[in-house]
């Protein structure tokens, strides 16, 4: 198998404001990978939270282009994958979740469209192709604001919006899930503070927004003690989600059953094989599988998108963030995000889309 890789700018709409940085545009790098005459893709996308720049991202694609020549066919690489061989030569550290992510996406989409299959039935999905609705993300702005994009929103048909929370003052905080709660009183609230609060703040917050009709709290602390967010779970008036404090497997292991739920990104855990894997381990344990993402294109999201029918909670919205998202195929402007019926994971790129019209 042959590999390529191109680097691209993703800028969103208009700035995100979250409790730690405010974002504007990410870096993403898309690897290509062709057999047979068909061509399988894959995207990661840089993160000052994880450490990836755009220069680090090149690198390590590179590294696994030269793996991926090794294979006859991506099935063979897939096995390789999922099995852990071969992820690190000697001396080498192991790959981080995004690269192997992004690599499996690629495997995946090739494999699908080889055997002209779409990626849910690749993983063992029947019936329909999998759909969900996706949360929507309003970040931390003033309420005038949150107010009006929740009318927007629900308007276009969005039923779970996601508030950014962990401003300076908490009572901002409340102002605007109040506001979003007056313009949107059937949706579904779900808040993120993305791990600004301590203890004693959380404590004394959380019955606050519980009042005000929201759903459940993701990473209400800061992260770094998984053992104080389960003890939080435990007394919380929401259902506590994980996020920065379950990033793998063992992370999940450590917290199934004390939590609600554990919100999995491909680009954290590893991809679709690590993802099913966290899924298979909380299955009855009281906590719930939430589908996260980072600010990515459609490319990067559609991998998620396939397991969208396995979470309680899907927050797939990404793509929907950008000023101008390069592919297509899964949806989601509606409120809903769709799984593909076409081979592989379903995307175009829209110049392509264009060519062939």
């Not at 006859?72 to 981080?96: C, H, I, Q, T, Y």
Request: net charge neutral.
């Amino acid at each position: 198998m042959k590999a390529r890789q191109r680097t691209v700018r993703l800028e969103l709409t208009e700035p995100l404001r979250i409790s730690r940085s405010t974002m504007t545009a990410r870096e993403a790098v898309w690897l290509t990978v062709e057999h047979e005459g068909q061509q399988g893709h894959g995207e990661a996308v840089t993160s000052v939270y994880y450490g990836l720049d755009a220069r680090t991202l090149e690198r390590l694609l590179h590294a696994k282009a030269r793996w991926l020549a090794r294979f006859p066919g991506p099935e063979s690489a897939l096995e390789a994958l999922w099995a852990g061989a071969g992820e690190a030569g000697p001396g080498e550290a192991a790959a981080p979740p995004a690269v192997t992510a992004a690599v499996e996406s690629a495997l995946l989409d090739l494999a699908g469209k080889l055997a002209g299959a779409p990626v849910h039935r690749l993983l063992g999905a029947r019936g329909a192709p999998p759909r969900a609705a996706t949360a929507r993300t309003i970040g931390i702005t003033s309420p005038g604001r949150a107010e009006a994009q929740a009318v927007r929103l629900v308007r276009d048909g969005f039923s779970v919006l996601k508030l950014k929370a962990g401003a300076p003052d908490p009572a901002h905080d409340l102002a605007r899930v109040r506001a979003v709660r007056a313009a949107a009183p059937r949706a579904r609230l779900l808040l993120d503070p993305n791990g600004a609060w301590s203890v004693r703040e959380a404590r004394r917050l959380l019955p606050l927004f519980a009042e005000l009709g929201v759903e459940a709290v993701e990473q209400p602390l800061v992260p770094g003690d998984p053992e104080a967010l389960a003890k939080l779970a435990e007394r919380s008036p929401l259902p506590v989600i994980a996020d920065e404090d379950a990033v793998g497997l063992e992370d999940a292991r450590r917290l199934a059953g004390r939590v609600q739920g554990i919100n999995v990104k491909l680009a954290k855990c590893g991809g679709v094989g690590a993802a099913l894997r966290i899924a298979e381990l909380i299955e009855g344990t009281g906590t719930g599988l939430m589908l996260g993402c980072l600010t990515a294109s459609t490319l990067g999201i559609a991998p998620a998108v396939h397991l969208a029918n396995r979470a309680r909670w899907v927050d797939l919205d990404g793509h929907l963030l950008l000023a101008d998202d390069p592919w297509t195929g899964i949806g989601g402007a509606d409120g809903t995000v769709r799984a593909s019926p076409n081979p592989g994971l379903g995307v175009v790129e829209r110049g392509a889309e264009e060519a062939r019209a």
